[in-house]
């Protein structure tokens, strides 16, 4: 089945303890990004990729690292995690070609304390 | 300043009946417009994808309607079931042909059917 996964789901956490989502998909995706969604605020992008060891920073990037190393793994750093980042995280993969359906993940909950 | 807004920000309708949901952009250089369903607590699925020469395209009960002159883009749902109840989500996707960049998010219409 094609999809995008992501883990843990839910994750609560104290300031400042490094953390990292993992997200993996199985349709040979070049384009990953990850975005994360506030009430009031709908979904921002925080960093993309168009391929392999190439990243890019969205909209929203500060206080977030990632990573390209495999074409399937696209994983989110949070190096010192805070409240503010507290939110609903979701990683989309997609073809090349502005036209290419983007699939997200199901998200993981993050609560900072 | 790229931006999507929609409206309204919610709305409560009866079973069975249509609704029509509004997306106005002021994006440029404008790509294409997409409309997501995202049910409570998952991920946004795509309802539709539309390029600029395009003015409408149907995924089932879901219609979708562009106006690349007025900028402004529709969504209509015929005979609503409750399982439509749901945020709508207008993207439109700014510059070229590279996937992703640029998508510039509305803030999503909340809809509940109830019966």
């Known amino acids: 089945e094609a999809q995008v996964t992501q883990n843990p789901r839910y994750l609560i956490t104290v300031t400042g303890k490094k953390l990292t989502v993992t997200c993996s998909q199985n349709m040979n995706h070049e384009y990953m990004s990850w975005y994360r969604q506030d009430p009031g605020l709908g979904l921002r992008q925080i960093y993309y990729?168009?391929?392999?060891?190439?990243?890019d920073k969205g909209d929203v990037p500060e206080g977030y690292k990632v990573s390209r190393k495999e074409k399937r793994n696209f994983p989110l750093i949070l190096e010192s995690p805070s409240p503010n980042q507290t939110s609903l995280y979701f990683c989309?993969?997609?073809?090349?070609?502005?036209?290419?359906?983007?699939?997200f993940g199901p998200g993981t909950r993050l609560t900072v304390t | 300043k790229n931006q999507v807004e929609q409206s309204p920000q919610s709305l409560i309708i009866l079973e069975g009946k249509n609704c029509t949901l509004q997306?106005?952009?002021?994006?440029?250089?404008?790509?294409?417009l997409r409309w997501y369903k995202q049910d409570t607590g998952r991920g946004p699925v795509s309802l539709t994808i539309m390029t600029f020469s395009e003015n409408t395209k149907s995924n089932g009960r879901y219609t979708a309607t562009l106006d690349a002159d007025t900028k402004q883009s529709s969504l209509h749902i015929t005979a609503s079931q409750l399982s439509d109840s749901a945020s709508y989500i207008c993207v439109v996707s700014a510059g070229g042909n590279q996937a992703g960049t640029a998508l510039i998010f509305g803030k999503g219409t909340t809809l509940s059917v109830s019966s």
């Open positions: 997306c106005n952009y002021t994006v440029s250089p404008f790509s294409n």
């Open positions: 989309a993969s997609s073809g090349q070609g502005a036209t290419y359906e983007q699939y």
């Open positions: 990729s168009m391929n392999v060891e190439v990243t």
